[in-house]
T-cell receptor
Framework: DTGVSQDPRHKITKRGQNVTFRCDPI?????LYWYRQTLGQGPEFLTY????????KSRLLSDRFSAERPKGSFSTLEIQRTEQGDSAMYLC????????????FGPGTRLLVL | GENVEQHPSTLSVQEGDSAVIKCTYS??????FPWYKQELGKRPQLIID?????GEKKDQRIAVTLNKTAKHFSLHITETQPEDSAVYFC???????????FGKGTRLHILP
C-alpha cells in the first residue's frame, strides 16, 4: 500500500497520560499535515511540515501538543497530559509541493481519553 | 479570518435527482478549492478540485463551479446513486499559508 498510513488506528488512554501517534506519508511527498476531526465537523488544521521544517502551527494547538518530522519522512504527533476534550480523530495528510496541492489523507487515529 | 462556510448541513435527495452543496470563503486570494467525500469511519477522499483560473470543472456526474467575485463555489452531483450517500466537505486554500481550511460538511442522504 503506497498511501498515507497512520499508527495506531485506535488509542484509549486515561486523562493525564501522554500519547504519541505516527504518520507515514506517500514516499515522494514533501509536505505533511496534521488535522483533528471531531464528530460532525470538518478536519481542523493543526500543523504542517515541508520536509523537516514545521512551517505553521494552528492557534488551536496548545503547548501540550508537539509534532516532529525529524528526517523529513514520517511524523509524530504527541499529546502530553491528555484531557477528555482531546478525544477526536487525528488525521494526517501529505502532498507534493510545488505541485497540484492535492492532499491525500491517512485513515486516522481515533483517540478516546477517559 | 480564515473561514469556509458550507450549506446545507444535511441534504436528502431522491435517487436519480441532483444534489447541490454550496460553500463560501473569506480570503479573496484563495486559489485552490478541493471537495472531499467521507464515508462513515473512513478517511476523506478527494473527489474533485478546481483552481481559480477556471469557472467550472466536470468529472462524469460531478461538477464544481466557482464564482471568484462572490467568493463562493458549489458541488453538483447529478443522477444521484445510493453510493453517493456520505459526508461531503468543501475546502479552500489560504494564500501565504499553503494550507487548506475545511467547511463543516454536508451529510448527503440518497433516498430510495
Amino acid at each position: 500500500d503506497t498511501g498515507v498510513s497512520q499508527d495506531p488506528r485506535h488509542k484509549i488512554t486515561k486523562r493525564g497520560q501522554n500519547v504519541t501517534f505516527r504518520c507515514d506519508p506517500i514516499s515522494e511527498h514533501n509536505r505533511l499535515y496534521w488535522y483533528r476531526q471531531t464528530l460532525g465537523q470538518g478536519p481542523e488544521f493543526l500543523t504542517y511540515f515541508q520536509n523537516e521544517a514545521q512551517l505553521e502551527k494552528s492557534r488551536l494547538l496548545s503547548d501540550r501538543f508537539s509534532a516532529e518530522r525529524p528526517k523529513g519522512s514520517f511524523s509524530t504527533l504527541e499529546i502530553q497530559r491528555t484531557e477528555q476534550g482531546d478525544s477526536a480523530m487525528y488525521l494526517c495528510a501529505s502532498s507534493f509541493f510545488p505541485g497540484l496541492e492535492t492532499q491525500y489523507f491517512g485513515p486516522g487515529t481515533r483517540l478516546l481519553v477517559l | 479570518g480564515e473561514n469556509v462556510e458550507q450549506h446545507p448541513s444535511t441534504l436528502s435527495v431522491q435517487e436519480g435527482d441532483s444534489a447541490v452543496i454550496k460553500c463560501t470563503y473569506s480570503d479573496s486570494a484563495s486559489n485552490y478549492f478541493p471537495w472531499y467525500k467521507q464515508e462513515l469511519g473512513k478517511r476523506p477522499q478527494l473527489i474533485i478540485d478546481i483552481r481559480s483560473n477556471v469557472g467550472e470543472k466536470k468529472d462524469q456526474r460531478i461538477a464544481v463551479t466557482l464564482n471568484k467575485t462572490a467568493k463562493h463555489f458549489s458541488l453538483h452531483i447529478t443522477e444521484t446513486q445510493p453510493e453517493d450517500s456520505a459526508v461531503y466537505f468543501c475546502a479552500a486554500s489560504f494564500t501565504g499559508d499553503d494550507k487548506i481550511i475545511f467547511g463543516k460538511g454536508t451529510r448527503l442522504h440518497i433516498l430510495p
